[in-house]
């Protein structure tokens, strides 16, 4: 039950752009993305909800295709504080059992050098 | 503000101490989390508050007890607890438990067991 995420690391230079995906076995109701840095709490970047629009965070935005079950970031023009593990938290729809619980990919490290 | 307090930052005790984590939020939200996150992991899910009453326990072992004492608290009681206990305990909190609200992390507590 919980989703994938990939990749599972990624290394950038300064600009350089990425893609983070995120993908589940259940019908989803919403997708939560969250950043990480070392030894510090996850951070909320946004969150994607069935029937909504497309969200942007600064240079980083989120698309969510409900049919396919999936969510991807997408970082543009990365910059060195982008640097840390991103999560995404998966919210399962009523017809899939919603509880409440968000439940957490296993992570994607993301290094941005200089 | 979409601050959540937590103390202490770091604990350190040994197996048969008794101690207790604290978390605070004055956002006005009515649901309450603890989730533990190993080094490298996402963040598990330990325990959901709503309204103050207890809604989700994930099969926690009962060394670890829970308590809310009113909307903007939330305590973790640790007892007898063994080294492979020794992790980041993050506290978070959300509007209620409905779908698609967003949980707002706490900076956590450190905890080695010794």
């Known amino acids: 039950q919980q989703p994938v995420q990939s990749p599972q690391a990624v290394i950038l230079r300064e600009g350089e752009d990425a893609v983070i995906n995120c993908s589940s076995s259940?019908?989803?109701?919403?997708v939560h993305w969250y950043r990480q840095k070392h030894g510090e709490a996850p951070v909320f970047l946004m969150i994607?909800?069935?029937?909504?629009e497309q969200m942007r965070h600064e240079k980083i935005s989120a698309s969510f295709n409900e049919k396919k079950q999936q969510s991807s970031l997408y970082l543009t023009a990365s910059q060195l504080s982008y640097s840390g593990t991103y999560f995404c938290g998966t919210e399962n729809s009523l017809a899939s059992g919603n509880t409440g619980k968000l439940i957490f990919g296993q992570g994607t490290t993301l290094q941005v050098k200089p | 503000d979409t601050e959540v307090t937590q103390t202490p930052k770091h604990l350190v005790m040994g197996m048969t101490n008794k101690k207790s984590l604290k978390c605070e939020q004055h956002m006005g939200h009515r649901a309450m989390y603890w989730y533990k996150q190993k080094a490298k992991k996402p963040p598990e899910l330990m325990f959901v508050?709503?309204?103050?009453?207890?809604?989700i326990n994930e099969s926690v072992p009962s060394r670890f007890s829970p308590e809310c004492p009113n909307s903007s608290l939330l305590n973790l009681h640790l007892h007898a607890l063994q080294p492979e206990d020794s992790a980041l305990y993050l506290c978070a909190s959300s509007q209620d438990m409905a779908k698609g609200e967003t949980q707002y992390f706490g900076p956590g507590t450190r905890l080695l067991v010794l």
């Open positions: 508050y709503s309204y103050e009453k207890l809604s």
């Open positions: 259940k019908a989803l109701y919403s």
């Open positions: 994607l909800l069935k029937g909504g």
